[in-house]
């Protein structure tokens, strides 16, 4: 037992030795620093042209957006409520987006109180807020608490968007890069919750939906779909 009980150490050591080269040589590739660009006029003129590209005033008008992410949260999205519904497995948040603390949530038919119910808002908040700028990023990026700049790169214009502060990441920033039609083709990112700097996520295959805006239908890091399904757009 002894015998046996020193190889799976020796195994299980040399899993770990693996895992740490690979974070290493993972942290020596994605080790872009956040590039320095221009604000002012010349950034935010981008920005509006971006959303210009995406019918953004068609996006502020719709009444609701559902999606599930990783098949797992369900969310309703009323916008001009500032309101969400969100579903996992027998749960279900009322979550206000301004107002988190009059929020209501339930387990199967059981209203929530006192530390379940605050749990339960905080994990809403926290994916609803991750999951939906997977769905709808473009059309964030002049969100209150966010700086632009515009950055010159491979002869190509890009928007750098700084998300100071609101959600749950403050201090995120993404490069957007555009088509020549100024539509949102990829973004690297530098955020919180990824050690490593300038990933880079692919938006492709754009389709126009029921509200009069489009969205990707193609979500992508290097080459693995990001899991966004069931998406419905009610005017």
Do not use: C
């Amino acid at each position: 037992m002894k015998k046996i009980g020193r190889i799976l150490l020796k195994i299980v050591l040399g899993i770990l030795a693996l895992l740490l080269v690979v974070f290493i040589v993972l942290k020596i590739v994605f080790n872009d620093d956040v590039p320095q660009g221009e604000k002012g006029a010349a950034a935010d003129e981008l920005g509006y042209a971006i959303l210009e590209s995406i019918n953004n005033k068609d996006f502020t008008q719709v009444k609701e957006i559902h999606w599930t992410f990783r098949g797992v949260n369900k969310y309703v999205w009323k916008v001009q409520q500032n309101a969400v519904d969100v579903y996992w497995e027998d749960y279900k948040v009322a979550y206000a987006t301004q107002y988190p603390q009059i929020s209501f949530a339930w387990k199967g038919d059981q209203k929530l109180s006192g530390k379940e119910l605050e749990d339960a808002i905080a994990y809403a908040s926290k994916n609803f807020n991750n999951d939906s700028f997977w769905v709808v990023a473009p059309y964030k990026i002049f969100d209150i608490g966010t700086e632009r700049e515009l950055i010159e790169e491979d002869g190509k214009r890009k928007l750098l968007v700084r998300y100071k502060s609101g959600g749950s990441t403050p201090g995120d920033v993404y490069l957007w890069e555009v088509d020549e039609n100024n539509v949102p083709i990829a973004f690297k990112m530098w955020v919180s919750i990824i050690p490593f700097d300038g990933i880079e996520a692919k938006w492709s295959d754009w389709k126009m939906t029921d509200g009069g805006f489009p969205l990707p239908t193609t979500r992508s890091l290097y080459g693995i779909e990001i899991p966004v399904t069931d998406v419905k757009v009610i005017k």
